[in-house]
Structures are given as C-alpha cells and as structure tokens.
C-alpha cells in the first residue's frame, strides 16, 4: 500500500520534522565545509556542472525518499552558495540571517497561513498588525499606536468615510523594489484624476523606482543632479519649480553604491515650499533607526509621506522582510479590492478583517513572523548593538584603507559600505580583481562606479567579522593586483 508523505502542521508535524531538520542541518555543515570559503571556486560553468552531477535526475521514476533528497539538494546547495556569514563574502545588501529569524521562519512555512483573508491567518493577522504598527512608530513617532487599538489590521472599509485625522501604519512587501512600487502607485492614486504625477529622483536613486513610473504608466521620471553621491537639493528646488502638476520626489536614505543618505531635512523642506509629496528609499539604512548613535542619520525621516525599509538587509532577517512606512493609513485605501470568497461585504461588516487590501498580492507569507521573534529576542539594546557593530567594522576597515600605501579610500561611510580602489589601477584592473577573487572563491566584493571610477565594493553586514578578517580580505585584494 502506498504511504502519504507525512504533513508538516498539526499535532503530528513536528515529529515528521524533527528527523529531517537534522538531515538537512548536517548538509548545511558539509557542504559548507566542502565549499571552503564565502563562495564555490570554478565560476559559472564549474557550479553548474558539480550541481548536475551532485542532482542527477532530479525528476526519477520513483523517488529517493525524503531524507536522500534533502541529504542531496542541500548539501549541493549549500557547497555552491555565496555565503554572507563567511566574513569575505561582503559585496551586497545581503545580509547573514539571525540564527532565531531563521528558526521563526521554519515555523511560518509550517503553519503556511495566506495572508490574504483573516479565516486563513487569524493570529498572524493580528501579529502583523503589531509588527507593521511597530516599525510604523520607529518611522513616525508615537503617533503611530494613537488609534490602532484592534488586534487585527484595519485600512478604510469600502463605502466608508476616512478619517480626518492621519494614522501612521505600514504595509508589507518582499523588499525595498515593491515597497517603492507601492510609494509610487499611492502617490498616483492620491493625485487628481487626469493628472499624472511626476516623478523626481536623484541620480542616486534605485533603479526600481524608474521601473515603476514606467511600470505604473507614467512619464519618465526627472532625474536631478546627484554629485557627491547624494541629490543636489537646489537642483531639486528648480526641477520643481519648472514641472507643473501634482509630484513625488523620491529621495535615498542609503543608496545602493556608497550607502549615502540624501540630505533629508533640506528635502522635506523644499517638498513643502513646492506642495509636492515626499517618498524616502530607506530600504538600506531604516535600520539605523534601531540605533541611538546612528539615528540622528535619518533626521527628516518621519516627514515623507511613504518610507521603504528592508530588514533583510541591516535587520539580519531572511529574504523576504520588506515593508512601506506610510504616514496616513487612510492613503491605502486605494488598494482596497472586493472578492467575494476573501473578503464578502457581509463577513466585513460582521467584523471579519479584510486583508486584501494590504497588499497587491493575494497568497503571501507571514514573513512578520521572524522580525517579531527577533524584535522580541533582542529588543532594542540588542537590535542597536548589532547596527552599532557593523558600523564600527566599516569604519575600522576605511581606517585601515586610509593608511594602507597601496589603497584609495572613496569616503568615510556614511552606513556600512566602504569604497576604495588599488592606488593607479585602471577600471579594467579593478573589475578583473574582482572577477579573479570571484572565480577562485576567495573573497565577494561588490563593485561601485563613482566620480567617473570604478571601486571596489565591501558591504559589512555581518556582526560575527573580525578586524583581522577586514585585514586579510585587504591582503588578498593587494595580493591580486599588478605591480
């Protein structure tokens, strides 16, 4: 008789787990220990081939069974990834997940509640609401809790009037590209009809705000001068001054190349003089908020109408931890929509929350799970001290290039993204040093053009690395560079 593979939920789940989640942890420790390094060595063709041959038909007449499959695919995984909590893998915004936000997601996955109707997630629903109202508070102040007593998360119901008074709250997104995707549709939402809203941004900003305006059907965003890496606020004022219309300036706090935030207060004020709606691309340095030292960074903040922040970057959460601040939940009625098998006018009305109209997805996952158990886990002097470390690693590694002979330091960072390229080297150099470094499975580094030059790229995540990593990593980029 053939045998149901056993289900993850209900009482019986974590039984049929617990023999699998050792599987898969010993595969996690040896393909790690087989890859050697923050990355597999051999390039693109090498990986691939090592994978197949590892994989082997991975769709066979008859299955393997669980625990060979996992034993397989994992371990394969593991030997070929990019692994941010390897101290020399630190080119991107791709953080090494806390070890209780990765422990927290394994229990989202089981449970699998949809995020799209309460009667699929009754107490996610309502542990969403705590998280969204909480990191709204962080953005806006106080002001964020005044009226958001209920225990599940509201937005104006259809056919009823929005408050008069604004409610800071926040939606959940998969990163910093669909909460600017969201920014930008609101903000086109809230413009009169038949009148397009224009987008400004700075040199500087991410590329996925230009998709959205193309995305949404608007006109071509204005970009406005950016030199030194942050938006140019006098060029912004006469890019307003001579666009008629209703406009959303999008200004960075944390820019992708240098992790530069654009002079915020200034912004907000000339946003004001102009009438024009304020969105901040916060996706990488929101987390600074968490900590006292580094906050007074993000001075202006709480003044945009709508704000990216993604905790999968400087929050140490698995992928996806993304969310949009927005200063008025009133705003995000826009979103609402009617299906009547999610959320009836009946069952709304009887007091069952509607959800749909939280996102523009309909399954998703309660990727709130994870950030509330580390929110709780760690609280804010714990939060505070893994942003303080990592900037104090940046900081320690611009040092160290500073006073190297063979080295040019782009800048102080501003976050926890260091610039500098070998002393002489041109462009064409520094990309085949990196590209080396890649191939060989030494080191991950990012790349940054910047004042018309190519640099390298660290981005320091990890609170785990060392001085003593930061100066072998140098070691090894002087160790590749022609004399």
Same mark, same amino acid.
Not at 467 to 476: G, I, M, S, V
């Given at each position: 008789?053939?045998?149901?593979p056993?289900?993850?939920?209900?009482?019986?789940?974590?039984?049929?787990?617990?023999?699998?989640?050792?599987?898969?942890?010993?595969?996690l !420790?040896?393909?790690?220990a087989?890859?050697?390094?923050?990355?597999?060595?051999?390039?693109?063709?090498?990986? $691939?081939?090592?994978?197949?041959?590892?994989?082997?038909?991975?769709?066979?007449v008859?299955?393997?069974g669980?625990e060979?499959?996992?034993?397989?695919?994992v371990?394969?995984?593991?030997?070929?990834?990019?692994?941010?909590?390897?101290?020399?893998?630190?080119?991107?915004?791709?953080?090494?997940?806390?070890?209780?936000? &990765?422990?927290?997601?394994?229990?989202?996955?089981?449970?699998?509640?949809?995020?799209d109707?309460?009667?699929?997630?009754?107490?996610a629903?309502?542990?969403?609401?705590?998280?969204?109202?909480?990191l709204?508070?962080?953005?806006?102040g106080?002001?964020?809790?005044?009226?958001?007593?209920?225990?599940?998360?509201?937005?104006?119901?259809r056919?009823?009037?929005?408050?008069?008074?604004?409610?800071?709250?926040?939606?959940?997104?998969?990163?910093g590209?669909?909460?600017?995707?969201?920014?930008?549709?609101?903000?086109?939402?809230?413009?009169?009809?038949?009148?397009?809203? *224009?987008?400004l941004?700075?040199?500087?900003?991410?590329?996925?705000?230009? *998709?959205?305006?193309?995305?949404?059907?608007?006109?071509?965003?204005?970009?406005?001068?950016?030199p030194? +890496?942050?938006?140019?606020?006098?060029?912004?004022?006469?890019?307003? &001054?001579a666009?008629?219309?209703?406009?959303?300036?999008?200004?960075?706090?944390?820019?992708?190349?240098?992790?530069?935030?654009?002079?915020?207060?200034?912004?907000?004020?000339?946003?004001?003089? !102009?009438?024009?709606?304020?969105?901040?691309?916060a996706?990488?340095?929101?987390?600074a908020l968490?900590?006292? *030292?580094?906050?007074?960074k993000?001075?202006?903040?709480?003044r945009?109408?709508?704000?990216?922040?993604?905790?999968?970057?400087?929050g140490?959460?698995?992928?996806?931890?993304?969310?949009?601040?927005?200063?008025?939940?009133?705003?995000t +009625?826009?979103?609402g929509?009617?299906?009547?098998?999610?959320?009836?006018?009946?069952?709304?009305?009887?007091?069952?929350?509607?959800?749909?109209?939280?996102?523009l997805?309909?399954?998703?996952?309660p990727?709130?799970?994870?950030?509330?158990?580390?929110?709780? #886990?760690?609280?804010r002097?714990?939060?505070?001290?893994?942003v303080?470390?990592?900037?104090?690693? #940046?900081?320690?590694?611009?040092?160290?290039?500073?006073?190297?002979?063979? /080295?040019?330091?782009?800048?102080?960072?501003?976050? $926890?993204?260091?610039? /500098? *390229?070998?002393? +002489?080297?041109?462009?064409?150099?520094?990309?085949a040093?990196?590209r080396?470094?890649?191939?060989?499975?030494?080191?991950?580094l990012?790349?940054?053009?910047?004042?018309?030059?190519?640099?390298?790229?660290?981005?320091?995540?990890?609170?785990?690395?060392?001085?003593?990593?930061?100066?072998?990593?140098l070691?090894?980029?002087?160790? !590749?560079?022609p004399?």
């Amino acid at each position: 008789m053939r045998s149901t593979p056993p289900l993850a939920g209900g009482t019986q789940g974590p039984d049929a787990l617990r023999p699998l989640l050792t599987t898969v942890l010993d595969a996690l !420790h040896k393909g790690a220990a087989h890859r050697g390094g923050p990355l597999p060595a051999g390039g693109p063709e090498a990986v $691939t081939a090592q994978l197949h041959h590892d994989v082997g038909e991975l769709l066979p007449v008859h299955g393997t069974g669980a625990e060979e499959a996992l034993r397989t695919l994992v371990t394969a995984l593991a030997e070929g990834a990019a692994d941010p909590a390897d101290p020399l893998c630190a080119a991107h915004l791709h953080c090494p997940p806390l070890a209780v936000a &990765t422990a927290a997601d394994l229990a989202a996955s089981a449970l699998n509640p949809s995020m799209d109707s309460w009667d699929q997630a009754p107490a996610a629903s309502a542990l969403e609401a705590l998280v969204t109202t909480t990191l709204a508070h962080e953005v806006y102040g106080p002001g964020a809790h005044a009226s958001r007593e209920q225990a599940a998360p509201t937005h104006p119901a259809r056919g009823q009037a929005t408050p008069t008074h604004a409610t800071p709250d926040a939606l959940v997104t998969t990163g910093g590209t669909e909460a600017n995707q969201l920014a930008v549709l609101l903000a086109r939402e809230a413009a009169a009809p038949g009148e397009p809203v *224009r987008l400004l941004v700075g040199a500087n900003a991410h590329h996925s705000l230009a *998709r959205a305006a193309w995305l949404l059907g608007l006109p071509e965003p204005v970009t406005v001068p950016a030199p030194a +890496g942050t938006l140019d606020p006098a060029a912004l004022d006469e890019a307003l &001054t001579a666009l008629p219309g209703p406009k959303l300036v999008a200004a960075t706090a944390g820019t992708t190349d240098a992790g530069l935030i654009d002079p915020l207060p200034e912004i907000a004020d000339i946003c004001e003089r !102009h009438g024009a709606r304020l969105h901040i691309d916060a996706a990488y340095g929101a987390g600074a908020l968490f900590s006292p *030292r580094e906050a007074p960074k993000l001075n202006g903040l709480a003044r945009a109408h709508t704000v990216a922040l993604d905790l999968h970057k400087l929050g140490w959460q698995p992928v996806a931890a993304g969310v949009l601040a927005v200063r008025d939940i009133a705003e995000t +009625g826009a979103l609402g929509h009617q299906a009547d098998y999610l959320n009836a006018d009946d069952d709304t009305e009887a007091g069952l929350p509607d959800l749909l109209g939280r996102s523009l997805r309909t399954t998703r996952r309660p990727d709130i799970l994870k950030t509330a158990v580390t929110f709780k #886990a760690l609280g804010r002097t714990g939060l505070a001290a893994l942003v303080d470390d990592v900037t104090a690693l #940046a900081h320690h590694l611009a040092q160290l290039i500073d006073a190297h002979p063979h /080295f040019e330091l782009y800048d102080t960072p501003t976050l $926890t993204t260091v610039l /500098f *390229r070998p002393t +002489g080297a041109t462009d064409e150099t520094i990309a085949a040093i990196r590209r080396t470094l890649l191939t060989e499975g030494r080191a991950v580094l990012g790349r940054a053009r910047m004042d018309g030059k190519l640099h390298l790229k660290a981005t320091l995540l990890n609170p785990h690395a060392t001085p003593e990593d930061l100066t072998a990593l140098l070691e090894l980029v002087e160790g !590749h560079t022609p004399r």
